[in-house]
């Protein structure tokens, strides 16, 4: 018995160190998987622990109850964030311009999510700004049928490309796009839109994205996260600019919304935020995790936070919640921002 304990607790005190790898050494399976895995350890190791105490085996006891503290550390990152934003003053105040945007992001299933349900989220919580992955055409016309365009009137969709995961991403604004790209980074997977809208507190690019799953190939799956850092600004490997460089155009702020297919344990997508000067909102919000994977699947609740509302310095995070819409295994998250 004591032996199977160490193995097991040596098994996942090996599996909660792939956390610690350097950023790019995570870009082989099943490295992704596991790591996207990590935050479910924390119920094994919990039945490890009461078997260890129950068997009086004391040094198992003390390796698992430092590894279950490990765990809940980390859980308790999404706890500790700078919590919702409090309060803006308004104009009299003498506070600079203050602008609110109330986002939402879906990934559609190969274009099989209710489209009703759709435009009715995107009512209920007043979005402005709606970011869609795997779409096709049948989808965009259902939603327009559905009346998305009479709320969202303002379309950018990203370049058919011969490795979209499993559709297009595209984005949907209530306000005019100044500037609209449907393939803003060179991305081996679907094409990156992007728009930019004007608000009181400056410009926001906006972007829809998913870099290719691991089960996809995950070379492509760690440089399509890495990529995602040049939407705000980051040079290419190369130095090369990025489509959005153009002088006089730079935004304020930026938004990226979509399934990342990755989550805050992978090194590769933790290095993209600090690479693009990025936060993840859930994360700022420090309301507890968002799980978005799977949904509607063989009755498995929600384990894994895959899809993410990015945001550059200087946005607050009002509110965040996950929905959920008939058709699809992801979750979505809405949230509200605040852009000082």
Excluded at 53 to 76: D, F, G, K, R, Y
Excluded at 110 to 122: E, H, N
């Amino acid at each position: 018995m004591n032996t199977l304990l160490w193995i097991f607790l040596t098994l996942i005190a090996l599996w909660m160190a792939l956390r610690y790898l350097p950023a790019g050494a995570d870009r082989h399976r099943p490295l992704v998987e596991l790591i996207a895995l990590i935050d479910l350890l924390s119920a094994p190791l919990l039945a490890l622990l009461v078997w260890a105490i129950l068997i009086q085996a004391w040094p198992q006891t003390a390796l698992a109850l430092v590894e279950l503290t490990l765990v809940s550390v980390w859980h308790l990152g999404y706890r500790t964030g700078s919590g919702p934003a409090p309060a803006s003053l308004d104009g009299d105040g003498g506070s600079s311009p203050v602008a609110t945007l109330s986002v939402m992001t879906l990934n559609c299933r190969y274009g099989k999510a209710d489209p009703q349900s759709i435009v009715d989220q995107v009512r209920r919580h007043h979005i402005d700004i709606l970011a869609l992955q795997e779409v096709d055409s049948s989808l965009l016309n259902r939603l327009e049928k559905a009346g998305l365009r009479a709320t969202l009137p303002h379309l950018v969709e990203g370049s058919p490309t011969e490795v979209d995961n499993g559709g297009r991403n595209v984005l949907f604004s209530r306000t005019t796009s100044e500037d609209s790209h449907p393939a803003a980074i060179d991305l081996e997977a679907s094409s990156v839109p992007t728009m930019r809208v004007n608000t009181e507190a400056g410009p926001v690019r906006l972007a829809s994205v998913h870099p290719r799953s691991p089960q996809r190939g995950a070379r492509q799956w760690g440089l399509g996260i890495e990529r995602l850092a040049r939407i705000n600004g980051a040079e290419a490997p190369t130095g090369e600019a990025t489509s959005e460089d153009r002088p006089g155009t730079e935004p304020a702020f930026t938004i990226i919304m979509g399934d990342c297919n990755a989550n805050i344990h992978h090194p590769t997508f933790r290095s993209m935020l600090t690479a693009g000067n990025l936060r993840d909102a859930s994360l700022s919000l420090g309301r507890g995790l968002h799980p978005t994977f799977p949904y509607q699947v063989m009755g498995l609740p929600p384990l894994i936070e895959i899809d993410h509302i990015l945001i550059s310095q200087g946005i607050r995070v009002g509110s965040l919640h996950a929905i959920g819409v008939p058709g699809t295994d992801h979750r979505g998250l809405v949230a509200d921002l605040i852009l000082p």
